[in-house]
């Protein structure tokens, strides 16, 4: 069965600082990739995916997430984070045949002005 | 386009009640997914429908909990005998058929149980 690991829980990051957020998979071919984002109190919103094709994927409110499958990784990133952007950050992984989505358990992001 | 809807947004049962939640998916959208979210947890996949079908239902606890999506109204998730455990975030995803890798969230009920 896949899973999914995110390793940091909580990260503090500096507004207009850079900002990346690691997801990690273990699946013996290559899954779907997600990355969704949760405000306090709010369902998941859809950030960006990855199925096949280009490795380094453009999402919403300037995300990208860059597919590396010899580390198995899926690392979500932003060139300058915005206060807006703290939340809490899913990665989650679909496999092909089976729509049940795996998640990881989670980064929270805090955002210091 | 409305987004997936889910109510309601709160929901406070005292143990051993009965608790409904209803979900409605996007327009076009032919598949409903739910998923439970423990405090301080990511989303656990529970059951996946299609309209009158139960497609994949390996999440769900074997006793307790059931889920519908008839052919005319919204999708339910039903608990009975809720117990202080099966409080949690419900999440209800749906995906479009030609897109069905997927899921757009709503924005989940809250369930408390006293």
């Known amino acids: 069965a896949q899973s999914v690991t995110q390793p940091d829980i909580h990260i503090t990051v500096s507004e207009g600082a850079s900002l990346e957020l690691r997801c990690n998979y273990s699946?013996?071919?290559?899954?779907?990739l997600f990355w969704y984002v949760q405000s306090p109190g709010q369902g998941l919103q859809l950030l960006l995916k990855?199925?096949?094709?280009?490795?380094l994927v453009q999402g919403i409110k300037g995300f990208e997430a860059e597919f590396k499958r010899s580390q198995s990784s899926f690392n979500l990133r932003k060139p300058s984070v915005h206060w807006s952007d703290a939340a809490e950050y899913f990665c989650?992984?679909?496999?092909?045949?089976?729509?049940?989505?795996?998640f990881g358990s989670g980064t929270r992001l805090q955002v210091q002005p | 386009n409305a987004g997936v809807m889910q109510n309601p947004r709160h929901l406070v049962r005292r143990r051993g009640q009965e608790a409904r939640l209803r979900c409605s998916p996007m327009k076009g959208h032919s598949h409903v997914y739910w998923y439970r979210q423990l405090p301080e947890e990511g989303l656990k996949f529970m059951v996946y429908?299609?309209?009158?079908?139960?497609?994949?239902e390996s999440g769900m606890p074997k006793e307790r909990f059931s889920a519908e999506f008839p052919k005319e109204g919204p999708s339910i998730l039903r608990i009975q005998q809720v117990v202080r455990g099966d409080s949690a975030a419900y999440f209800c995803?749906?995906?479009?058929?030609?897109?069905?890798?997927?899921?757009?969230f709503g924005p989940g009920t809250r369930l408390l149980v006293l």
């Open positions: 699946y013996g071919a290559t899954p779907y």
């Open positions: 995803a749906s995906s479009p058929p030609e897109a069905q890798e997927t899921q757009y």
């Open positions: 429908l299609q309209k009158e079908n139960i497609i994949d």
């Open positions: 989650a992984v679909g496999v092909p045949g089976r729509r049940a989505l795996t």
């Open positions: 990855y199925f096949s094709g280009d490795t």
